[in-house]
C-alpha cells in the first residue's frame, strides 16, 4: 500500500507559476512510475506527466511540454510538478499517483495507476 499527499495547489493569474508536492508514504519498491493527472469540471481525467522513480525518466502530455517540469526528490519520497505560463484551461483538480509498472508509464493512462492521492486544486484565471 502506498499513501500519496499533494499539497501547493492555489489560484494564480494566467501567465503564473504554482509547484504542486506529492509526500509518498508506505510500502516501497525498488521502482515506480510517479505521475501527475488532473481532472476539470465536466472532463474525464487526463495525464499531465509522469516519471519513473529508478531511471528518472520523464514523460508528459503534449498540452504542458515546455510549461510543466516533473521531478522527485527520492530521500524525501517526494514528487514535484512545477507549473509555469499557466493558462486558464490548466484549472483542475491535480491528482498525483503511482504505478508499479514501468513499462505503462508513458502511456499517462489513469487505469494503470493502483495508487492516487486526494487531489489539489489549481485555479488559473484570465
Known amino acids: 500500500q502506498v499513501e500519496l499527499v499533494e499539497s501547493g495547489g492555489g489560484s494564480v493569474q494566467a501567465g503564473g507559476s504554482l509547484r504542486l508536492s506529492c509526500a509518498a508514504s508506505g510500502s516501497t519498491y525498488s521502482s515506480y512510475c510517479m505521475s501527475w493527472f488532473r481532472e476539470a469540471p465536466g472532463k474525464e481525467r487526463e495525464g499531465v506527466a509522469a516519471i519513473t522513480t529508478g531511471g528518472g525518466n520523464t514523460y508528459y502530455a503534449d498540452s504542458v511540454k515546455g510549461r510543466f517540469t516533473i521531478s522527485q526528490d527520492n530521500a524525501k519520497n517526494t514528487l514535484y510538478l512545477q507549473m509555469n505560463s499557466l493558462k486558464p484551461e490548466d484549472t483542475a483538480l491535480y491528482y498525483c499517483?503511482?504505478?508499479?509498472?514501468?513499462?505503462?508509464?508513458?502511456?499517462?493512462?489513469?487505469?494503470?495507476?493502483?495508487?492516487w492521492g486526494q487531489g489539489t486544486q489549481v485555479t488559473v484565471s484570465s
Open positions: 499517483a503511482a504505478g508499479r509498472f514501468l513499462w505503462l508509464c508513458p502511456r499517462l493512462r489513469p487505469a494503470d495507476f493502483s495508487y
